[in-house]
């Protein structure tokens, strides 16, 4: 990797501030998902270097709970500069593993990096309560206390910000972190740990091992030292580990599958809603939970809609994410290939229509052209399933009773949208739709400062926002008897 910075390429996993192999040497080669290309090899660790790194993380969690908070907010506040001061590099190594357009991964740093800003901010205001006593004689009091050493499992979409989401909380109030980055994209991991080293973390603070995911993530779940698992990944991967976790009664956080419901209401700015269908839609070529996945239309709009949206997809520049004019990258691997054809196929077969792109691009490898469907029904399989790739399919509705009913008709509950311009409608189906978040007349919502979460089979817990902190804390209510005059 051609890095300015070249310190910040580590290919070594990293466990109580030593940089480490896997004990029997073995190691896994990364590739480059625009050109096929390799980029390194990192380390194959299991379960005995994860067990080194857990007893490490704890060590220094019992020395860490115990500073104050100022101590804790200055090291997160050193990261968020070091981080802003690395921007391009670690950008370019987004780009690099993950193949994300470079501007959306310079967009992604300074994503991450504001959530170490905000929780050194947070860190300072872990607040307790003294309660009414239920007798004379007593005094009530709850204080918050760090809930220990954290398991953290993170997806290859987000690499720097998943895991800044979760370390920056647990560290800020006093807990101790290790990591499992995807096996996709370790290396914006590897110098994210390289970046706390300089900002100050103690050794064995934040560990993070590469390697194998099964292995790893079975001793984070059933280790009796690791009191929280927070997980950002497949639904069905969150809920191995919720069942895993089940053992030792952990805390679990969940960050899981979305399927977006995206509604235009006839009184909506047309254009707004175009492009913030287009920005929900395609930001890292259709590969986030939050992305768009199902647009429902007014009839009344839906042809207009159509074209408008069907002529900005056709623009989009596909290419390396390394050029500073392309828009879409590729996709992940040749599963999330198949995985959009399938879903084209099944709607093209059930009626619906290819109104732009339907095949892989011609640029080959893992690129696939941007794609609308019209015409799409509530019997196909993109109706019901996430698809995790570029293609937009385009519902039609009736009214806004009808419409809700269908936007909530899925296991799934992270990320809903809609555009109108009427302020009742507005109230009522932010109200009615079964989300944990809604985006009203916008087609991004993400910030450090909100509530990020999921109900329903799409997580357990929030990140960011003052609410952040809640998952890495234990409550303790100290009950004081004998205050008699
Ligand atoms: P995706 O389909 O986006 O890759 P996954 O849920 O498979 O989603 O991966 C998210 C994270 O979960 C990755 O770090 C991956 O290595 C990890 N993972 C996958 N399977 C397991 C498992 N059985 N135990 C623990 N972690 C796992």
């Given at each position: ?190 110098a994210l740990a390289y970046l706390s080293e300089l900002a100050g973390f103690p050794k064995g603070l934040l560990n993070i091992l590469t390697g194998d995911a099964e292995r790893i993530g079975a001793v984070l779940t059933e280790n009796k030292d690791i009191r929280k698992i927070t997980f950002t990944g497949s639904t069905s991967v969150g809920k191995l580990l919720l069942k895993q976790s089940a053992e030792s009664v952990k805390k679990v956080s969940l960050e899981l599958g979305g399927h977006a419901p995206f509604i235009v209401f006839e009184d909506a700015d047309l254009d707004a809603a175009v492009d913030g269908a287009l920005i929900a839609k395609y930001r890292n070529s259709g590969q986030t939970c939050v992305c768009a996945n199902r647009i429902y239309v007014q009839s009344g709009i839906y042809d207009a809609f159509c074209e408008r949206f069907t ?175």
């Amino acid at each position: 990797m051609d890095l300015m910075n070249k310190n910040l390429l580590k290919d070594t996993s990293y466990v109580d501030g030593e940089w480490i192999n896997a004990n029997d040497g073995s190691c896994s080669e990364i590739l480059n998902p625009a050109t096929s290309e390799s980029l390194g090899f990192v380390p194959n660790c299991g379960s005995a270097e994860t067990i080194a790194a857990i007893e490490a993380a704890r060590r220094a969690q019992s020395i860490w709970s115990k500073t104050d908070a100022k101590e804790r907010s200055s090291v997160l506040k050193n990261l968020h500069r070091l981080m802003l001061e690395n921007q391009e590099d670690l950008a370019k190594i987004i780009t690099l593993e993950g193949g994300k357009p470079i501007s959306e991964s310079i967009g992604e740093i300074a994503y991450a990096a504001s959530f170490f800003e905000w929780f050194s901010e947070e860190a300072k205001r872990v607040y307790g309560d003294v309660i009414p006593a239920h007798q004379h004689d007593r005094r009530t009091l709850v204080i918050k206390q760090p809930i220990g050493v954290v398991g953290c499992i993170t997806p290859w979409n987000f690499p720097s910000a998943m895991l800044a989401r979760k370390i920056a909380p647990a560290i800020a109030v006093g807990c101790s972190v290790v990591a499992k980055p995807a096996p996709e994209t370790p290396f914006s991991a590897l110098a994210l740990a390289y970046l706390s080293e300089l900002a100050g973390f103690p050794k064995g603070l934040l560990n993070i091992l590469t390697g194998d995911a099964e292995r790893i993530g079975a001793v984070l779940t059933e280790n009796k030292d690791i009191r929280k698992i927070t997980f950002t990944g497949s639904t069905s991967v969150g809920k191995l580990l919720l069942k895993q976790s089940a053992e030792s009664v952990k805390k679990v956080s969940l960050e899981l599958g979305g399927h977006a419901p995206f509604i235009v209401f006839e009184d909506a700015d047309l254009d707004a809603a175009v492009d913030g269908a287009l920005i929900a839609k395609y930001r890292n070529s259709g590969q986030t939970c939050v992305c768009a996945n199902r647009i429902y239309v007014q009839s009344g709009i839906y042809d207009a809609f159509c074209e408008r949206f069907t002529e900005k997809t056709s623009g989009l520049v596909v290419g390396n994410g390394l050029e500073e004019k392309t828009q879409q990258g590729p996709l992940i691997s040749n599963n999330a290939m198949r995985k959009v054809s399938l879903h084209i196929d099944d709607a093209k077969n059930k009626g619906a229509t290819v109104a732009t792109g339907g095949n892989p691009h011609n640029l080959g490898g893992l690129f696939f052209e941007p794609t609308v469907l019209t015409g799409v029904t509530d019997d196909m399989l993109i109706a019901k399933e996430e698809t995790f790739g570029p293609v937009a399919p385009i519902f039609s509705f009736e009214n806004e009773q009808e419409v809700v009913k269908r936007a909530n008709d899925t296991p799934f509950g992270l990320a809903a949208y809609f555009y109108t311009s009427d302020l009742g409608k507005s109230w009522r189906v932010s109200e009615q739709l079964d989300y944990g978040m809604v985006g009203l007349n916008t087609g991004i919502i993400s910030t450090e400062m909100a509530p990020f979460g999921g109900i329903k089979e799409s997580g357990i817990g929030r990140e960011g926002s003052k609410y952040g902190v809640d998952d890495y804390l234990e409550m303790k209510y100290i009950s004081i008897a004998g205050i008699e005059e």
